[in-house]
């Protein structure tokens, strides 16, 4: 089996529609695919009606989260979209998007950046609009040589000249939220540190503690001695390990199932989840 637990759409930061990016999942030949856009579930619908037969469909969302000044990304799996606490939380952070990145706009502006929002907005169209909709407008202009390039000091990485804070879940409530809505929570990407800062292991041991059920390991940002020091610690913690692409279409050169997870792990996160459960394609057919 090949699964992919970390994948984004246009209901976020992706360039491929739900329907395309499954339609893309079961051409890489994946035989499972999650659905993680940044605090939104909009595109799940859209995916489901989309599931090519044979590929199964893991619902997800990717919820931004800080702690001491540190950006955390928290994906959750198979949560019960419904569940009111964690909806009222994941719309709070999606009201903030727009006046903060008409902000880091502004802050481009003042720093001789010819960017308009207009133009980002055009790019973000129907999905939540964020920082790599901003980077793709950057490069567009010259500014920098692709979207990764974009997040650095100079620009917007955390703490960047043009950085804005946005609101974002402490993560240990996160994971009260994912828990209670019947969901599983791992860590994305948690050594990228080409990203910006990143929390020490001592915090991931707090939040396992607080019931944090894995870290990813195996992703683009993590370079082999990153992994291998992170599949030491989850094993100290009794963590479960996952591997995703963190596809985002055409705005990232990664591919569908560049890093995938074991069969064994992604069992484990089923088992867990009460929430929801992974749904397989029948291709149209009842």
């Known amino acids: 089996m090949r699964i992919d637990l970390h994948t984004h759409s246009t209901a976020s930061d992706g360039t491929d529609t739900p329907a395309e990016l499954v339609r893309a999942a079961a051409a890489a030949g994946l035989d499972v695919v999650a659905l993680t856009d940044h605090d939104t579930t909009r595109g799940h619908a859209e995916a489901l009606a989309a599931l090519p037969e044979g590929l199964t469909l893991v619902t997800g969302a990717e919820l931004s989260c800080r702690t001491d000044g540190v950006g955390v990304h928290m994906l959750a799996y198979l949560f019960d979209p419904d569940e009111p606490e964690l909806a009222r939380e994941r719309e709070l952070v999606r009201d903030d998007r727009v006046p903060r990145a008409r902000a880091i706009v502004g802050k481009l502006q003042e720093l001789g950046v010819p960017i308009t929002w207009e133009r980002v907005a055009v790019i973000a169209g129907d999905g939540s609009v ?22 650095t000091p100079e620009w917007l990485s955390d703490g960047g000249r043009a950085y804005v804070e946005k609101h974002e879940l402490d993560p240990f409530k996160a994971i009260r939220l994912i828990k209670a809505a019947g969901g599983v929570a791992v860590f994305a990407h948690p050594g990228a540190a080409k990203r910006g800062l990143t929390v020490p292991d001592s915090v991931i041991a707090d939040l396992a503690a607080y019931g944090l059920d894995g870290i990813e390991t195996d992703h683009m940002d993590h370079d082999e001695p990153t992994r291998a020091r992170l599949r030491g610690l989850a094993s100290e913690l009794g963590l479960l390990t996952t591997g995703s692409s963190d596809y985002h279409g055409s705005r990232k050169t990664c591919r569908l199932g560049d890093f995938t997870t074991d069969p064994e792990i992604y069992g484990e996160i089923t088992r867990r989840a009460t929430g929801a459960f992974p749904v397989m394609g029948t291709g149209g057919r009842r």
Do not use: M
């Open 130 to 151: 964020g920082r790599p909709h901003i980077a793709q407008a950057l490069v567009e202009l010259g500014v920098v040589p692709d979207v990764s390039g974009a997040f």
